[in-house]
Structures are given as C-alpha cells and as structure tokens.
C-alpha cells in the first residue's frame, strides 16, 4: 500500500491548520498558576442553565 498520497495529505492538513505564532500558548503557560488560582472561584460566581426543548 502506497502511504505516501496520505502523509502529503497529513502535511497539507498540518500547514493549513496551524495558526501563526502569536504567543499566546507561551502565555497561558507562563501565567498558569495565576489561571488556576482563579478560575475556579471565577467559575462558581455564573450560574450555566439550559434552555428547555420545545418541539414544533
């Protein structure tokens, strides 16, 4: 079986799916004890609800 048309594929996806490096992932990480300090508290102040279904 012939791999390679599937891993010129899996490289195409790669290229096209990769966002630009902005740095954002290096500042989550750098700031991640700060996040997970907070968060959680953070989340307990919002109540998440669903809206009930209605069907027509």
Do not use: C, W
């Amino acid at each position: 079986m012939d791999v390679g048309p599937a891993h010129a594929a899996a490289d195409t996806v790669k290229l096209l799916a990769q966002q630009p490096d902005d740095g954002a992932e290096q500042m989550l990480a750098a700031r991640y004890n700060t996040i997970a300090r907070f968060l959680p508290g953070l989340l307990k102040t919002f109540t998440f609800e669903a809206s009930v279904r209605i069907e027509s």
